[in-house]
């Protein structure tokens, strides 16, 4: 049996571990986590965190691409909207269905997984 409230905390910080920063750095949470738990469940929602940053590296990288070429650049206003909210509201969400029911990993919707 697995302690209830460290596995929503160590769940919540894993996929609040976004917000710290865009940098690698916040990458190193999820990671440390992912790493030194034994509860599958908090392994589960590390792993997922650790590829919605994967995720938001990568669409950050094609806006900027996108938006050093002129040509792009209108694609990039009418994107820019979908990214913030995908990139801000989906951790939220994370954070309240791993506070809410903590035996349960957090999915992603619209991410590519590599772990």
């Not at 999820?30 to 940053?53: G, M, R, T, Y």
């Amino acid at each position: 049996m697995y302690d209830a409230d460290k596995r929503k905390l160590l769940s919540g910080l894993s996929h609040g571990s976004i917000f710290f920063s865009s940098l690698v750095i916040s990458a190193g949470i999820p990671l440390a986590i992912l790493l030194v738990s034994d509860d599958p469940v908090v392994k589960d929602n590390a792993k997922e965190a650790l590829n919605f940053h994967f995720n938001v590296w990568v669409y950050e990288g094609i806006l900027i691409f996108m938006g050093a070429t002129i040509i792009l650049l209108p694609l990039v206003w009418i994107l820019a909207l979908p990214f913030f909210l995908f990139h801000w509201v989906l951790p939220i969400l994370a954070i309240l269905q791993a506070l809410g029911t903590p035996e349960q990993p957090y999915r992603y919707p619209f991410i590519f997984r590599l772990l």
